[in-house]
């Protein structure tokens, strides 16, 4: 006999992990948008001080963590959520708004562990293609709505697409939306986009309390290997129901001592956000000399389509046996497209040059 699982096993994709962990050292890691510089050393320093203390709990309020967002946000600490890496908040948004009956809303081709959320609740996702330019369409995000829907999900800048739109067309289509509707803005890359002040979205708060920005330490604070990610909320309501329906421990001592240390230095994430614009620069340039054209980034990647009479497959796995892991885009919603993060100099470089030698140029 086996085990027996319930219905919803069977539904919830399983996230496919890159395969990148048994590897040399020399291999360039280009597939999951991870920041190529290790943590500050004042941030590995402030992890080191926790270690002699992991025999306690961490703090299951967060204080200091919620107290320090809020010092740089103006949000108040009773309306940040901090999770787990900011996955962990999404899946509990999805737990706590959604089940069969309820509807989701959000675009397509978008962050993969949105489908998660459809499957695991039972309710109705609802995936409203991009437009030609490979952003959001919406007006034909906010033309789905209805008595039903309780999340709409806005990724922006978008992954896997790095396109971004702008602040004043969200916040006209926050005028659209229902109170009870909650939109969730998924802005874990925002720190890239040069076309907007990261934090001009926070003011949107004031005016809509249904309103939730979901950010993270994992891209820009380069530091998805502690889980650490938050909730910016427009009302008290969001933060205590997705507390509720989570174990009370979802953040570890280690990853609230090291956001809140990495929060002081934002001078180093102004230098990470100048690094990622020239490698922007320079992966564009070298991939219009092979003649692609990517789509406008705003984000720490790359998004294009191959050329024609190129299987993606054939190039993902020749970059891999040349030592450089990309995202293949048939994982992500669109067959024959690559994601490429922005690695060092040295790794742009070399993806360059070996995508060169694969597409023959
Ligand atoms: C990387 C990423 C996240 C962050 O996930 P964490 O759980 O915080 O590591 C969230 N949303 C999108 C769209 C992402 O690409």
Known sequence: MAIEFNERVARIPVYPAASAYALPEDVALLASNEAPDPPLPAVQEAVAKVLGGLN???????ALLRRALSDRTEVPPHRIAIGNGSCDILLAAGDALLEPGA???YAWPSFSVYPHLEAAS???GIRVPLNDRQEHDLDAMAAEITAATRLVIVCNPNNPTSTAIPLAD???FLEKVPRH????LDEAYCEYNTLEDPDSSIDLLKKHDNLVLLRTFSKIYGLCGLRVGYALCGGDEFPTAVNQVRQPFFCNQAAQAAAIEALKHQDAVAERVERAVIARVELESGLAELGITPADSQANFAWFD???GYEEKAIV???AARGVLVRAGSALGREGALRVTYGTPQQNDRFLHELGVLLGA
């Not at 306690?56 to 967060?62: G, K, L, S």
């Open 56 to 62: 306690r709990y961490p703090d299951p309020t967060n």
């Open 103 to 105: 509807e989701l809303v």
């Open 122 to 124: 039972g309710a109705r």
């Open 170 to 172: 969200i916040a006209r």
């Open 181 to 184: 509707v909650c939109v969730l």
């Open 306 to 308: 191959l050329p024609d």
């Open 317 to 319: 796995d020749g970059l």
